[in-house]
């Protein structure tokens, strides 16, 4: 069978069967994820922060001095996002994706965003 053959009944798959969903209150773990027509539902915030000047940062200064200032970043908003209560689901780059559910899920959020944005100033 072809790549395109086996892509395309691979989509086709995917179409075809039915999905199953059901409610969560927590974040699934990474590994409690299937590549499959599996869905939880969630009420919940999901907080995406990224670091600003990132591209600049690359281009002005040594690898070693911009992956310094990367892991930091993404060690200080990491730990900001957990301790107000959130899970991290992603990194890509420069960017953290945080995701909160609870009755203060919003709120959560966004004192995690400037909680971020002030570690930026004081770190």
Known sequence: MSLKQELQESVAKIIRDRWEEREG????????????????????????????????LVDTFRPSRA??????????????????????????GDRVMGMFIGDSKNTSAAKAAFQINWALTVC
């Open 67 to 92: 992956a310094e200032v990367y892991k930091a970043y993404m060690v200080c908003a990491a730990k900001i996002i957990r301790d107000r209560g959130g899970s991290i689901t992603a990194y890509d």
């Open 25 to 56: 209150e927590v974040v699934p773990e990474p590994s409690d994820l299937k590549l499959g027509n599996d869905a939880v539902t969630l009420d919940a915030t999901v907080l995406y922060a990224d670091m600003s000047g990132s591209t600049k």
